[in-house]
Protein backbone atom coordinates (compact mmCIF):
# COMPACT_ATOMS: atom_id res chain seq x y z
CA UNK A 1 0.00 0.00 0.00
CA UNK A 2 1.11 3.31 -0.80
CA UNK A 3 1.47 5.77 2.49
CA UNK A 4 -0.04 9.49 2.03
CA UNK A 5 2.67 11.20 1.15
CA UNK A 6 3.83 9.41 -1.33
CA UNK A 7 0.69 9.95 -2.87
CA UNK A 8 0.28 13.59 -2.71
CA UNK A 9 4.42 13.75 -3.50
CA UNK A 10 3.21 11.74 -7.09
CA UNK A 11 0.56 14.30 -7.98
CA UNK A 12 1.73 17.30 -9.98
CA UNK A 13 2.17 20.68 -8.04
CA UNK A 14 -0.51 22.05 -10.62
CA UNK A 15 -2.90 19.65 -9.20
CA UNK A 16 -1.75 19.46 -5.50
CA UNK A 17 -2.38 23.57 -5.91
CA UNK A 18 -6.04 23.28 -7.01
CA UNK A 19 -6.85 20.38 -4.74
CA UNK A 20 -5.85 22.99 -1.92
CA UNK A 21 -7.81 26.25 -3.39
CA UNK A 22 -10.83 24.14 -4.37
CA UNK A 23 -10.82 22.63 -0.62
CA UNK A 24 -10.28 25.77 0.89
CA UNK A 25 -12.75 27.80 -0.88
CA UNK A 26 -15.61 25.60 0.31
CA UNK A 27 -17.57 25.32 -2.74
CA UNK A 28 -17.00 21.59 -3.72
CA UNK A 29 -17.45 19.20 -0.81
CA UNK A 30 -14.31 17.45 0.32
CA UNK A 31 -15.57 14.25 -0.63
CA UNK A 32 -16.16 14.95 -4.74
CA UNK A 33 -12.65 17.00 -4.46
CA UNK A 34 -11.45 13.47 -3.27
CA UNK A 35 -13.29 11.60 -5.47
CA UNK A 36 -12.57 13.52 -8.80
CA UNK A 37 -9.13 13.01 -8.42
CA UNK A 38 -8.64 10.03 -7.24
CA UNK A 39 -7.33 10.29 -4.00
CA UNK A 40 -8.30 10.19 -0.01
CA UNK A 41 -9.76 13.09 1.93
CA UNK A 42 -7.05 13.14 3.82
CA UNK A 43 -4.72 14.59 1.20
CA UNK A 44 -7.16 17.27 0.30
CA UNK A 45 -6.82 18.38 3.75
CA UNK A 46 -3.43 18.26 4.29
CA UNK A 47 -3.58 20.36 0.39
CA UNK A 48 -6.28 22.85 2.29
CA UNK A 49 -3.64 23.56 4.87
CA UNK A 50 -0.82 23.64 2.67
CA UNK A 51 -2.85 26.53 1.16
CA UNK A 52 -3.97 28.28 3.72
CA UNK A 53 -0.36 29.00 4.72
CA UNK A 54 0.81 29.95 1.30
Do not use: H, W
Request: no cysteine; hydrophobic share 40%; glycine share 4%.
Amino acid sequence: MVSTPEIAASLPPQIRKEIGIQAQSRSIPITRIARENQVNRKIVSEQEGMAAQA
